[in-house]
């Protein structure tokens, strides 16, 4: 099955603690994003990676870190300079072609604080 | 400002009855349109989209959207909606600007259903 994969499911961290959250994709796109998600508000971008070993701050990187060494790959890391990370993670890819580009999201990661 | 407006957080209606979703954008050009459905704890599951061309799309699940130019406007309807359509709605523009293209959302439309 084609798809993108988030794991865990739900992820707990305790003060001062690095999370990483895991975002894999099999569709072959370049470009894969990771958005956050509060209660009562829409998706807010936090990085993007449009090929591999390059990517881009989004409109609320401050506490978060990511890498892209292999195409199939980007995974997130919440640090601890992240003070509110309580939210709902969603990874999502681009699939792009001659007529526009449409992204697919996984299915996502619940951050909750110990 | 470049913005998505989704004018109701909640909306109730009757299963069987007719479903409309509202989407406003603030751009200059047509942008890239998009619907999606988000159930609780899940990821986004893509409706519909529009590039270009016909302005009544066609999407999964019986939805249908239709673009309109004058208004800036991109509505979501479903003419009979099922219990299982219960859910929160999304809808997202991609400017096209011709560099890197970023997807906007709107706040979300949470749809209950009552039987």
């Known amino acids: 099955d084609g798809g993108i994969t988030q794991s865990p499911k739900y992820l707990f961290r305790k003060e001062g603690q690095n999370v990483t959250l895991s975002c894999e994709q099999n569709?072959?796109?370049?470009?894969m994003y990771w958005y956050r998600q509060d209660p009562g508000q829409g998706l807010r971008l936090i990085y993007y990676?449009?090929?591999?070993?390059?990517?881009q701050k989004g409109d609320i990187a401050e506490g978060y870190s990511v890498s892209r060494e292999k195409k199939e790959s980007f995974p997130l890391t919440v640090t601890s300079a992240q003070k509110n990370p309580t939210a709902f993670y969603l990874c999502?890819?681009?699939?792009?072609?001659?007529?526009?580009?449409?992204?697919?999201f996984g299915p996502g990661t619940r951050l909750l604080v110990l | 400002a470049q913005s998505v407006t989704q004018p109701d957080i909640h909306i109730t209606v009757s299963e069987g009855a007719s479903l409309e979703l509202r989407c406003n954008y603030s751009y200059g050009a047509t942008p890239y349109l998009f619907w999606y459905v988000q159930s609780p704890g899940q990821g986004l599951q893509l409706l519909l989209k529009y590039f270009s061309g016909d302005t009544l799309v066609q999407g999964i699940k019986g939805f249908e959207a239709e673009f309109k130019r004058s208004q800036s406007s991109f509505n979501l309807r479903k003419p009979s909606v099922h219990w299982s359509d219960a859910a929160e709605y999304f809808c997202?523009?991609?400017?096209?600007?011709?560099?890197?293209?970023?997807?906007?959302f709107g706040a979300g439309t949470r749809l209950a259903v009552h039987p």
């Open positions: 999502a890819s681009r699939q792009t072609g001659p007529a526009g580009e449409t992204q697919y």
């Open positions: 569709l072959n796109h370049d470009a």
């Open positions: 990676s449009q090929i591999v070993n390059d990517f």
């Open positions: 997202a523009v991609v400017p096209v600007s011709g560099g890197y293209n970023k997807l906007i």
